[in-house]
């Protein structure tokens, strides 16, 4: 299912008839009062004008001086719908300049109280005249404000890609009862719980229930009771009609879902809405109630064979990973060529060849339990030059000449001045140096 919804400002003005003194009040049942009629098409009775029962022949919405002064909301709603192609759900019949081909024709009023903390120039929501009281507050520059909207819908069946024309809610209809789509049984039951909603979704009853409370315009006034409002943003009315089109599509979410699981109500004492649901005898109308599945908090849908198959599968990806894994890892690692990189790694790490070298010159024993980190057994040692010639310019044949007692000479336990250690690593690496340049 499509829907379109289009809405528009409308100049109210331009279809206003002058103030018209001495009509009858009934809203209060006061004295007479003034009114002004708007003229978009004729009301069946006195339908167009709650105010007073004198009205023209075209009048569609009204207001008298009585509701300007007296009434303290902020704003008042109404509206009227006229539908192609079904006079008889219609509320008015609009003259030629709000005639839309295949559409509905809705049309909202909105008598405007709010007093604004500063000027708003939204067509809609026009408030430019300084209140009299305050200057810091504005009011409506018009007495009423209109907003113009036209609905569209459209069915299509996917499975041989017809579609009906995009025209109004009964124009759809008539073309689905004449066969357009060529549904079968099971489409028919689907589009018969559609149109339902769809018909409920109409912006017609969205603004009868909801009333005043479906503008979002209450969301700047001060507080529940006042008239005071923050001013309102210069888009105000398209977001307005946003509202009213999403309100729409919600409404016919819920529609759809309450076929399945109707909502539950004391009618009156005693009587459950549930008691006048009407069963449905068509065996296809009756399954949908059990092919919907709704989103529900209360309640988690999953599938058990995709449970089952993820626990089993991850189960064995466990077992392999502590057991076969494992034992392959370890495995290389016991073989001749696995064994030959270690040692050749661990052979020619940076501090096996520190050692090496201090090796070399007689300095020991070394710890070498943690083999990447040999460390002297002995501790608190101290590395000092000897008192001949340092080893470092000695020529490396008479060094190695020397004998390992002379060689032991290299560090004692404090028999001569303690040196800085990196002294001693300096002259170790000279002797590297040396060795290597041999």
Same mark, same amino acid.
């Given at each position: 299912?499509?829907?379109?919804?289009?809405?528009?400002? #409308?100049?109210? =003005? +331009?279809?206003?008839?002058?103030?018209?003194?001495?009509?009858?009040? @009934? /809203?209060?049942?006061?004295?007479?009062?003034?009114?002004? *009629?708007? =003229?978009?098409?004729?009301?069946?009775?006195?339908?167009?004008c709650d105010a007073t029962n004198v009205t023209t022949d075209t009048t569609t919405f009204c207001v008298t001086k009585y509701q300007k002064q007296n009434i303290q909301t902020p704003y008042t709603i109404r509206a009227t719908t006229a539908y192609d192609d079904n006079k008889n759900a219609s509320d008015f019949s609009p003259i030629q300049d709000f005639q839309v081909a295949n559409s509905d024709v809705t049309l909202i009023s909105i008598l405007n109280q709010a007093k604004y903390a500063g000027n708003s120039t939204d067509p809609l929501f026009k408030a430019l005249n300084e209140t009299s009281t305050n200057s810091q507050f504005y009011t409506a520059a018009n007495d009423l404000s209109f907003l113009g909207c036209t609905e569209q819908y459209q069915f299509c069946n996917r499975g041989n890609g017809r579609c009906t024309n995009l025209t109004g809610l009964?124009?759809?209809?008539?073309?689905?009862?004449?066969?357009?789509?060529?549904?079968?049984?099971?489409?028919?039951? @689907?589009?018969?719980?559609?149109?339902?909603a769809a018909w409920a979704m109409s912006m017609q009853w969205a603004i009868t229930i909801?009333?005043?409370? #479906? /503008?979002?315009?209450?969301?700047?006034?001060?507080?529940?009771?006042?008239?005071?409002?923050?001013?309102?943003?210069?888009?105000?009315? #398209? /977001?307005?009609?946003?509202?009213?089109?999403?309100?729409?599509?919600?409404?016919?979410?819920?529609?759809?879902?309450?076929? +399945?699981?109707?909502?539950? *109500?004391? #009618?009156?004492?005693?009587?459950s809405s549930l008691d006048k649901i009407i069963r449905q005898e068509d065996p296809n109308l009756a399954a949908l109630c059990n092919l919907q599945k709704i989103r529900s908090t209360t309640h988690m849908s999953f599938s058990i064979l995709g449970m089952v198959i993820i626990l089993v599968v991850g189960s064995v990806l466990v077992l392999l990973d502590w057991f076969l894994v494992q034992y392959i890892f370890w495995f290389r690692a016991m073989t001749h060529r696995r064994l030959a990189k270690k040692e050749d790694w661990t052979q020619g790490g940076t501090l096996i060849l520190h050692k090496q070298v201090l090796e070399a010159r007689g300095i020991g024993p070394w710890n070498t339990q943690d083999w990447a980190f040999?460390? /002297?057994?002995?501790?608190?040692l101290t590395f000092s030059p000897t008192e001949a010639e340092s080893e470092a310019s000695m020529p490396l044949d008479q060094g190695q000449g020397m004998s390992s007692d002379d060689q032991s000479t290299a560090y004692d336990r404090g028999k001569h001045t303690a040196m800085p250690q990196h002294s001693s690593v300096a002259e170790t690496y000279s002797f590297s140096e040396d060795k290597t340049s041999h």
């Open positions: 299912m499509r829907r379109v919804t289009t809405c528009a400002p #409308i100049t109210g =003005e +331009a279809y206003a008839s002058n103030w018209t003194n001495n009509v009858p009040e @009934i /809203l209060a049942g006061l004295s007479n009062t003034s009114a002004k *009629f708007y =003229e978009f098409g004729k009301s069946p009775g006195d339908q167009g009964y124009g759809m209809k008539e073309s689905i009862d004449k066969g357009v789509l060529a549904l079968s049984a099971k489409q028919q039951a @689907i589009y018969t719980v559609m149109w339902k909801l009333s005043d409370d #479906i /503008l979002l315009a209450r969301d700047w006034v001060f507080t529940a009771k006042s008239q005071s409002s923050s001013p309102l943003p210069p888009d105000q009315w #398209i /977001l307005e009609s946003y509202n009213l089109h999403n309100l729409s599509l919600a409404v016919f979410q819920r529609r759809v879902n309450e076929y +399945a699981s109707p909502e539950n *109500f004391e #009618i009156k004492p005693g009587v040999p460390t /002297l057994t002995k501790r608190f």
